[in-house]
């Protein structure tokens, strides 16, 4: 897919409030400062559509892109920033919560781990939340290019490993790296693929 217009739309703090759902619609969720803003832009090829920053925890509105005037990009607030309070987080929790659980539109969500990491029990809970809630998701390692091949090679079958001890199957996944614009193709071909139903 060739994006041609990336546009931003508005940010909610409440699903409801959210632009008409009569586009496919997908999310983008993972802990703050994994890299989600750095591969929005990456994925739309602007420079500064999402907002990256150095301070993790700073998006935390429900903020809706529309691409090629087709479909909507959803960009979530991070998740498990220490820094912000418990009920802060709680807040972001619901509200997350609540826009993933009701959003109509919502095709599949992409859920974004740090390659470099060991799978974080965040993440793994977060996954089985909105596995039991019915939601499809697909993991995305980011941050590829810190690490060689083969080292992103063993770090992904750690995380298969990993999954596979509570789920039947390693959901579909995608490296990524926001540097080489890696991942992005095949991301963009996913979206597609649904987009076409
Ligand atoms: P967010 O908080 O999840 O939106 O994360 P950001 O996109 O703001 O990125 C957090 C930090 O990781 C920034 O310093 C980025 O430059 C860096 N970063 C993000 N993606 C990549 C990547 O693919 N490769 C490398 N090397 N650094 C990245």
Redesign the pocket.
Known sequence: MKITQANFVQSNSEYQKCPVPDKPEYAFI?R????????INSIVQRKDL?K???T?G??QLINHFLINQTWYLVDLP?YGYAKVSKTEREKFGTMIHDYLTNRENLLCTFV?VDIRHEPQKVDMEFMASIANSGIPFYIVF?????LSKTQVENHVEVYKTKMLETWEEMPQYFV?????GSGREEILAAIDELNLG
């Open positions: 993972g703050s400062n994994v890299g989600k803003s750095s591969l999402a990256t920053s150095q993790p700073k998006t991070g974004l980011t941050k590829a290019d810190k990524t790296s926001s540097v080489k």
